[in-house]
Nanobody, 121 residues
């Protein structure tokens, strides 16, 4: 089995910063893309940022220049540094990873449990 465990959410004032972490554990053979999504109340889940195993990144236009995604492959962990936070960044943030388990031929998508980020104005 594979688990993704997130940490780092919370309440912050507009203009502040938060850092989210997501650690993958279990019977992991390899991890491909890792990313962060978010879902605000009444809205669909949307991609925030994604990073490949080689370190290439892609961001939603709404967070470019403010958020930075990174990963530590030795720790099977992905991070999201969020700066200059705005009230519209308020959402539940979910970690996602495409992971191939030991002894299985194909990778699958796994999700974390979500962590609440609230930005007050």
């Amino acid at each position: 089995q594979v688990q993704l465990v997130e940490s780092g959410g919370g309440l912050v004032q507009a203009g502040g910063s938060l850092r989210l972490s997501c650690a993958a554990s279990g019977s992991i053979s390899s991890i491909n893309d890792m990313g962060w999504y978010r879902q605000a109340p009444g809205k669909q889940r949307e991609l925030v940022a994604v990073i490949t195993s080689g370190g290439s990144t892609n961001y939603a236009d709404s967070v470019k220049g403010r958020f930075t995604i990174s990963r530590d492959n030795a720790k099977n962990t992905v991070y999201l540094q969020m700066n200059s936070l705005k009230p519209e960044d308020t959402a539940v943030y979910y970690c996602n990873a495409r992971i191939r388990q030991l002894l299985l031929p194909h990778p699958q998508d796994y999700w974390g449990q979500g962590t609440q980020v609230t930005v007050s104005s």
